[in-house]
């Protein structure tokens, strides 16, 4: 399994696939990793085009060690490399490519092009635009085109590899991902006052801040007792504070960094998780908040909308609405019903969410493409 991030365990594509390898490792098979820094230096990792560097390693790495590997997992986009490679080569002693997608860079454009008209988009000017359409998107193409089979986490990015990118359904596979035992708390549901409300991740435009920001002022002329806690967000306290403004100064509460131990413990101490991305793969703080029995808002979109229904696991949204963000947020803030109603229907529905599912699955995708790994160009 190889995927262009840091080595880590904290969160993210890392934690996935060290869950996902953990299981199928019970199963009995081996699983090696490779991360940035197994195949570059530090100052590389660094640069511009280090996905690029990355990916041309890689495929190397796995060239001069074919016979190590039965099939190889890439996570896009750094698995193009070794698809062109595998394309061209006249050899068949290459493993097949799974190619796991978690998100559409499609989906990407679509919103932030409109973001962007607002000004509530940071980097997606035209110039940022322009080198995504002649530098990232060909990337994901030619990973989903080269790949033998393909994995995804979410209904519409599964859709949309067979629609428009002609793969037959028994070669793509919808496989959401699991949550660990540990987030599965016996949570108290009290009527404590402030209600403290969570996020979790890092603070990008694309995750829906700007209409969080206006849903929380909305928020507080008519509900003065709750905290808003940011956890996880790269960005220091005091920008924070910044773009929130003095309106809503003294009820941010930033943690700047969190263990991955301390995570069950960050989602016992909140009652609300505020989640209103815009667009996502399928975001492990929402199935991990969900699985402590905390109620859940979020936008009806990407692999938030497979997991998440309206009024019975949770409160979801739609998108860039910061008028139903503030009613659903108002909405859980004064009743403990319906908090704790959603919160445990949210919880068992998260009990269906294993990874030792969805390891099955996918090592029923790694089966499928070893008994036909040579698949290149034989869509449709």
Known sequence: MAAGVPRRREGGVAAIMYNLGLELEGLGHHVSYLFYEDLMSGEEMTGRFRDVHF???????????????????????????????????????????????????ERRIHVMRREVKKGRAWHFCFKNRLWHRIYHQPRYDLCIKTADRAHCYSRDVWTILQLKYNLDSNKVAYIPNGVQERFFIDRDYTDRMPVRLLYAGTWLDQRGI????????????????????????????????????????ENIVVIPTLAAEEMPGLYAEHDIFVFPSLVEGLPSVLLEAMASGMPAVTTETCGMADVVEDGTTGLSIPPADAAALETAILKLCKSLDLRQRLGRAGQGAMRRLTWKKSAGKLESVFASAMQNGDMTGKRG
Not at 65 to 73: F, G, L, M, Q
Not at 217 to 223: Q, S, V
């Open 55 to 105: 990916t041309i390693r890689l495929a190397r790495h796995i060239r001069e060690n074919r016979k190590k590997y039965s099939v190889v997992n890439l996570h896009a986009p750094v698995g193009f490399g070794y698809g062109l490679m595998k394309a061209l080569s006249s050899s068949n002693g290459l493993p097949p490519y799974v190619m796991t997608l978690h998100g559409l860079e």
């Open 210 to 249: 700007f209409y969080l920001r206006d849903a929380l002022a909305a928020l507080k002329l008519k509900f003065q007792e709750w905290t808003f806690s940011i956890a996880g967000p790269g960005v220091p306290e005091a920008e924070l504070k910044e773009f929130f403004g003095e309106l809503l100064r």
